[in-house]
């Protein structure tokens, strides 16, 4: 199985500051790689899917980059309905697998 | 708008089973891979299950292979999760999700319905 190291578990930000998360996947994934929001009490919403294609109605704000074995989520300057977890998944091969998901917080 | 709505989870003891369902609306279910996600209270994201768009393909991670069953009806717009031998480790909510239209997953969820297992 692919294991997904997302990095860091938890961060704290300002509203405007610029923020990456990172996932490292166990071997290649061939950019199957995408990355969801989701708020306290809500369903996962898919900002992302193959590394950088944005998906219909997310604010240009959020980018994806990488290749291989890394990616990154980049949130270009922090609004505050951004304030949420972030999880990252593979769906290069099966089991498809989630990182262990990213915490943002309001410093 | 695209629209899916979980249904069926509850208190069930271990070792006995349980069947949820996911009612579509708002799009043509037949086009569409679909699966079931699951996160257990205060954790992570799993995949559960993926199913093709007849239902002849089904793909399971090892966790729950062999105990769950995902299957469809795409004459009534509906996905579901068959659950036999429910381990405590099964509590979770249980989401449904649909492809896009590549089949790239989890384009889009439902609101979850929470499973409990515990005598």
């Known amino acids: 199985d692919i294991q997904m190291t997302q990095s860091p578990s938890f961060l704290s930000a300002s509203v405007g500051d610029r923020v990456t998360i990172n996932c490292k996947a166990s071997?290649?994934?061939?950019?199957?790689l995408n990355w969801y929001q989701q708020k306290l009490g809500e369903a996962p919403k898919r900002l992302i899917y193959?590394?950088?294609n944005l998906q219909t109605g997310i604010p240009s704000r959020f980018s994806g980059s990488g290749s291989g074995t890394d990616y990154t989520l980049t949130i270009s300057s922090l609004q505050p309905e951004d304030f949420a977890t972030y999880f990252c998944?593979?769906?290069?091969?099966?089991?498809?697998?989630f990182g262990g998901g990213t915490k943002l917080e309001l410093k | 708008e695209v629209q899916l709505v979980e249904s069926g989870g509850g208190l069930v003891q271990p070792g006995r089973s349980l069947k949820l369902s996911c009612a579509a609306s708002?799009?043509?279910?037949?086009?569409?891979?679909m699966a079931w996600v699951r996160q257990a209270p205060k954790k992570g994201l799993e995949w559960v299950a993926t199913?093709?768009?007849?239902?002849?393909?089904?793909y399971y991670p090892d966790s729950v292979k062999g105990r769950f069953t995902i299957s469809r009806d795409n004459a009534k717009s509906s996905l579901y999760l068959q659950m036999n031998s429910l381990k405590s480790e099964d509590t979770a909510t249980y989401y449904c999700?649909?492809?896009?239209?590549?089949?790239?997953?989890?384009?889009?969820w439902g609101q979850g319905t929470l499973v409990t297992v515990s005598s």
């Open positions: 199913i093709s768009t007849s239902g002849s393909r089904t």
């Open positions: 071997q290649n994934i061939n950019k199957y």
């Open positions: 193959n590394t950088n």
């Open positions: 708002g799009f043509t279910f037949s086009n569409y891979y």
């Open positions: 999700a649909r492809s896009d239209r590549y089949n790239y997953p989890f384009a889009y």
């Open positions: 998944l593979q769906h290069n091969s099966f089991p498809w697998t």
